[in-house]
């Protein structure tokens, strides 16, 4: 939890007014801690996944959403940030790849169904674009990634498992702008930085908090 109540407060107003987050997204609040910001995420979109390797503070995560009456809304998921991702990841691929072999089986049907027409009918062929195709899963179409890993930063297992979802915006709070400088470099490939505020979380002190916003690139 964030000591100095004054400063968090405005961190976590920004976060919220900075998130691309609507009643249908899918927000997954990495290190989510005690769940203060998956509370907050909740209240205004459509599902938190809230990801923390600290059992105790799952434990309170879960007393919090309770008493918020946010339990359909928040998925508290104990474990090692990678892991749980990785996992994750699996089942996103299962997923489109069930979804890939639909759609291969319908275009092979729709073929099929050319062919016999050409048949029957070899003078008069009609090429009818009547169909639909089975869409990619839905729940990670509009996903924001929001990310306040620890002091040693964001693991490349867990960048590597966050890019995997291609979420429409991450958005990062770190604690320290060394690791920092290297977290972002994992995504600006894909990623455009579009803002970082420093806040001054420990006065008269080198203790920094730093808010980035990184929205996906436009496809060419």
Same mark, same amino acid.
């Given at each position: 939890?964030q000591i100095n109540d004054q400063i968090a407060q405005k961190i976590y107003?920004?976060?919220?007014?900075?998130?691309?987050?609507?009643?249908?997204?899918?927000?997954?609040?990495?290190?989510?801690?005690?769940?203060?910001?998956?509370?907050?995420?909740?209240?205004?979109?459509?599902?938190?996944?809230?990801?923390?390797?600290?059992?105790?503070?799952?434990?309170?995560?879960?007393?919090?959403?309770?008493?918020?009456?946010?339990?359909?809304?928040?998925?508290?998921?104990?474990?090692?940030?990678?892991?749980? #991702?990785?996992?994750?990841? !699996?089942? +996103?691929? &299962?997923?489109?790849?069930?979804?890939? =072999?639909?759609? $291969?089986? @319908? /275009?092979k049907n729709i073929e099929a169904n050319r062919a016999r027409s050409i048949?029957?009918?070899?003078?008069?062929?009609?090429?009818?674009?009547?169909?639909?195709?089975?869409?990619?899963?839905?729940?990670?179409?509009?996903?924001?990634?929001?990310?306040?890993?620890?002091?040693?930063?964001?693991?490349?297992?867990?960048?590597?498992?966050?890019?995997?979802?291609?979420?429409?915006?991450?958005?990062? #709070?770190?604690?320290?702008? !060394?690791? +920092?400088? &290297?977290?972002?470099?994992?995504?600006? =490939?894909?990623? $455009?930085? @579009? /803002?970082?505020?420093?806040?001054?979380?420990?006065?008269?002190?080198?203790?920094?908090?730093?808010?980035?916003?990184?929205?996906?690139?436009?496809?060419?």
């Open positions: 939890i107003r920004d976060v919220l007014a900075g998130a691309a987050i609507d009643s249908g997204t899918t927000v997954f609040d990495l290190y989510s801690g005690i769940g203060i910001t998956s509370v907050l995420f909740a209240e205004r979109c459509a599902r938190v996944y809230a990801v923390e390797l600290n059992r105790d503070a799952v434990k309170a995560a879960a007393a919090l959403k309770r008493a918020c009456r946010l339990s359909d809304k928040i998925v508290n998921l104990a474990g090692d940030v990678g892991a749980v #991702l990785a996992r994750l990841t !699996l089942e +996103l691929d &299962d997923e489109r790849d069930e979804v890939k =072999a639909v759609n $291969t089986m @319908k /275009s048949l029957k009918n070899p003078k008069k062929v009609e090429y009818s674009t009547n169909f639909s195709f089975v869409s990619a899963p839905k729940p990670y179409r509009n996903t924001v990634f929001f990310i306040d890993p620890p002091r040693s930063g964001i693991d490349e297992k867990v960048a590597r498992a966050v890019l995997r979802f291609n979420p429409k915006q991450i958005v990062c #709070l770190s604690c320290n702008p !060394l690791t +920092l400088s &290297d977290d972002l470099k994992r995504f600006t =490939a894909e990623y $455009t930085v @579009k /803002s970082v505020t420093p806040y001054d979380m420990f006065p008269q002190t080198s203790h920094v908090e730093t808010l980035v916003y990184l929205d996906r690139k436009e496809e060419e």
